[in-house]
């Protein structure tokens, strides 16, 4: 990685690949960020997001290919995952946090103590690192660090508290705390947004719109890209290559519109070349050379014209049928009708109550919890993690049985669990959508096609194989494919692309049977038109009957 500490902040992947385990992940990605942008990346879970951002952060080299960073003021990195020490303090962490602006402001008192002292020659390293420390906001830093803590509602825990007497959502809150107080110039941040609650997010967009700075976010969550993101990068698991998006998160929605506007017009223009040339080739082949009389008897003549004419038409002929070959061997694919889910055929509709909980609880898990739920009703759960929502919807499937209490369910009941996994990972993809289902796999080759989540090329995959995005889609397909009068969906828009997402939320709103999702997703949660039970953390006095 190259580093300069004189030219503009430049951010740039020079044709960059890397692989996993012998997973290829980003594949000769090209891309770059200007100075000032406050971009988002987004993608399908296991699409190679994070990668991306750890290449630029110096985390991770490239296999091939370059990343040139050039930043006066520093770049600060927020990882996903990154593991405190749990004997570390809370004031340890915010210190190693500022642990560059610390180190800047050694140096520079050491240089003015000996100024003082009558030695100068350290006048011009003082002055480069006054530029530094006045551009990272060194004299306004514990300023910062407070206003970071109380934003992310921290602002009460002692600075004296261990890491390991806060809980994980503290504990990723305080990481994010520091590393925003640093105030570098260029801010990389991997999902910044879990483990935060309503306030904590306003106040993260807000800070993050009013910083100056590079600014980079791997995010999932639409609310957060569409108030914070300048632009985008999307990072496609399936090409591995990297898109970029101006205009924000408004301006990808609408390109990805348009994009799939221009598909659907380049294969009407398709079907209409071959009915064009299938027809022109038909007409023709049917001509036969004008059938004027013989003049002066001049037989001879007569026939050398017809032959002409008969040459020419046979030449037509024979260019339209190259054209139309040449077509067909280079189809333009249907687009994929929007995503729609299969209705229960019957001749009349459930009425009543379709499910019904009566005090259930699981050990440790769900608390005493009554549900009924009537048809065509749409009902969103919500809660703290650790409630007991997973579990609830659980049970409702079948999935689990409780400890205590009983279920009736009535219908077809579709269920989409929080985390797909491949029940067999040797399986194609085309096999795992078919199983279960009447007739031979390759049958349904077309059903799954249509719903435009999966490639020809990608059905003879082996699931185990596949991304968490890539199986969450595989999921999907299968749910949206089957006939069901309920559907239970846990975290739906986990893992999908933020367009894929939207699509789907406009399925579910098309939706005319029962619904129960269980959602932390803002936007889902924004635009929801139903009920809505909002469970407490696991305990005995959290009874929800």
Partial sequence: MLWSLCMPTQFTALAISKSFDGRLVLDSVTCSLAAGERTGVIGENGSGKTTLLRLFAGRERPDQGEVVVQATGGVGYFAQDEQLAAQATVQQVIDRGLSDLRAVEQRMRRLETAMADG????????????????VRGGFDADARVERALYGLGLGLVGRDRTVGSLSGGERVRLRLAACLAAAPEVLLLDEPTNHLDDGALSWLEEHLRARRGTTVTVSHDRVFLERVATSLLEVDGDTRRVVRYGNGYTGYLAEKAAARQRWAQAYDQWRADIDRLREAAATTARQVAPGRPMKDGNKLAYNRAGGRVQQSLASRV????????????????????PLRFTPVLRTRRLQG??????DIAVTDRLARTCLSVTAGQRLLITGPNGAGKSTLLRVLAGDITPDSGSVTCRGRIGYLPQEPRPEEPAETVLAAFARGRTGEAAGHAGQLLSLGLFDREQLAVPVGRLSTGQLQRLALAR???APSDVLLLDEPTNHLSPALAEELETALSGYDGTLVIVSHDRGL???????????QATDTSAATC
Wanted: charged share 30%.
């Fill in 318 to 337: 024979r260019n339209a049928e190259e054209r139309l070959r040449r077509l067909l061997a280079d189809p333009v694919p249907p687009p994929p009708e």
């Fill in 119 to 134: 030695d100068e020659s350290g006048m011009a390293e003082y002055g480069e690192l006054l530029t530094v420390f006045e």
């Fill in 479 to 481: 749910l949206l494919s």
């Fill in 525 to 535: 949660r924004r635009h929801w038109r139903g009920a809505h039970l909002a469970l």
């Fill in 353 to 358: 109550v379709v499910l019904d909980a009566a």
